[in-house]
């Protein structure tokens, strides 16, 4: 039996993955992500999915991320009541992060609708609610790594470590038929080769397609020991400077990953020096979970027989009233928070304090999606606005590319390799920058026959089809 692949998502973008496919009489969605950066993109979340909800049979998950997961809650408020198939770990922080963008959205919704209020404007409704994200979670259906499950007759899944957060998947999708089986596999989000906590990604030797994440398919990240070298003259230079460090982390991966380097280096970067506060209620959560499933890791990322980050001078602020005590600090704290692009959140808040100082500095360690506010910092914007007030961007501006939590081109490339028979493969989850390169790249050292992916193109999955 064939299938058929249909691109919607992360076509020539890196947010709003949504893929999918169709065998025999069943239609299933390969990731339901949101849409992210600035409000012109995001209000493409609200267009009617692809398909029509009442068609889907199942939905399948490749790892928690928002731009993954994020428009599960809105496929369950449409009326879908089916399967959502993800890995046990993946479910564990969903639970946390779904129902948290539902408040989001509702703050969103309030905030606008003040603004319109007397003005004449329809208010509007939040995409979903923190209700919609609680129910949705009850659907997910779970499984390890390594554990076959059918999804529908005829089209069976498995799960492989992808190496990039915790319950990340690497998606294995085979169609059984008349004419033999044939074999899709989804790279999801794959995690880069010096990854402080989690596993290098699961490789596999054959498959009939291949659909492949592109993010940095343009560059190399610097060598760790380079970026640990980076990070201890920030952490010199801010001492010095007499000001606050503000990190906007992605709450589940980048905060973790951090927290086990400053442990590590603690002597080193001499932290002990600083106040350090994880100011961030869903980061402590999805901490605690990664308490829980320690066993898909070996960093030492806990105290001992405890679910306690080892860090030592680690405060955890869960209350706004906390948050907002960190504030009144001038010198000498570390505050990681989200959001991870600078998009809300309380980072916001610690920017507004501190963005106008020049005294202070600002640690990027992650991707930043273009539209979104730390996109616009990283890229030398003078002056931002928070909250309907404009600052100057005086804050010394720090990028660290080797924390990330995707692979670099020569991380996607030999991860292409271990096919020995090398499938067609599409390219997805980039900026079309990235993809080109990417794509070059490929076609140069391996040969490979590849495509750089299109909304709405259509492709068929079998035995011998390229």
């Keep these: 039996m064939s299938a058929e692949l249909q691109f919607f998502g992360a076509t020539g973008e890196v947010t709003g993955s949504l893929y999918v496919i169709r065998t025999g009489t069943h239609t299933v969605l390969l990731e339901c992500g949101l849409i992210q950066g600035g409000a012109e993109n995001e209000e493409r979340n609200r267009d009617p999915f692809p398909v029509a909800v009442e068609e889907i049979d199942a939905v399948i ?35 946390i992060m779904l129902p948290d963008s539902g408040y989001l959205n509702e703050k969103d919704a309030a905030w606008q609708n003040r603004k319109r209020r007397g003005t004449g404007k329809p208010f509007v409704q939040p995409l979903y609610t923190r209700e919609d994200g609680e129910k949705c979670v009850g659907q997910f259906k779970t499984s390890p790594y390594g554990q076959r499950i059918t999804v529908v007759p005829g089209l069976t899944l498995c799960f492989h470590d992808a190496g990039h957060i915790l319950g990340a998947a690497i998606v294995e ?28 990604p699961a490789t596999f030797s054959h498959a009939d397609a291949v659909l492949m994440e592109s993010t940095y398919g343009d560059r190399l990240h610097r060598p760790i020991d380079e970026t640990l ?46 106040d350090i506060f994880l100011d961030s209620p869903m980061g402590i959560e999805a901490t605690d979970v ?33 948050s907002m005590q ?58 931002v606005k928070l909250w309907g007030d404009s600052y100057r961007v005086r804050i010394q501006v720090h990028t660290v590319g080797g924390l990330s939590a995707h692979g670099d081109q020569a991380d996607l490339i030999t991860w292409y390799r271990g096919f020995e028979n090398a499938p067609p493969v599409y390219l997805v ?32 999955i079998g035995p011998g089809v390229s």
Aim: net charge neutral.
């Design 61 to 95: 998950l490749s790892h928690a991320h928002i731009d993954h997961s994020g428009r599960i809650p809105l496929l369950f408020r449409r009326g879908y009541d089916g399967p959502v198939y993800a890995h046990t770990a993946t479910r564990a922080l969903c639970e």
């Design 290 to 322: 990664y308490a829980q499933f320690r066993h898909l890791y070996g960093a030492e990322l806990f105290k001992p027989g405890a679910s306690e980050p080892a860090l030592p001078n680690l405060y955890e602020t869960r209350t706004p009233e906390e």
């Design 173 to 200: 999708l085979e169609f059984a038929g008349e004419d033999g089986t044939s074999r899709l596999v989804f790279s999801g989000d794959l995690g880069y080769r010096d990854a402080p906590v989690m596993n290098p």
């Design 326 to 383: 960190i504030n009144k600090i001038r010198s000498g704290a570390i505050i990681i928070a989200g959001s991870g692009m600078c998009s809300g959140g309380r980072i916001l808040h610690h920017l507004k304090n501190n963005i106008w100082r020049p005294e202070c500095h600002l640690l990027i360690i992650g991707y930043q999606a273009i539209g979104t506010l730390g996109r616009r910092i990283v890229d030398g914007a003078e002056t």
């Design 229 to 274: 070298h980076e990070l201890g003259d920030v952490f010199e230079s801010a001492h010095a400077n007499q000001g606050n460090i503000l990190i906007p982390a992605f709450t589940v991966g980048r905060t973790q990953d951090l927290l086990y380097l400053m442990n590590e280096n603690f002597e080193r970067w001499k932290l002990d020096k600083w």
């Design 429 to 460: 989850h980039g900026e079309q920058k990235a993809q080109k390169a990417l794509a070059e790249k490929l076609r140069k050292e391996l040969n490979a026959p590849v495509t750089i992916a299109s909304r709405g193109q259509k492709i068929e």
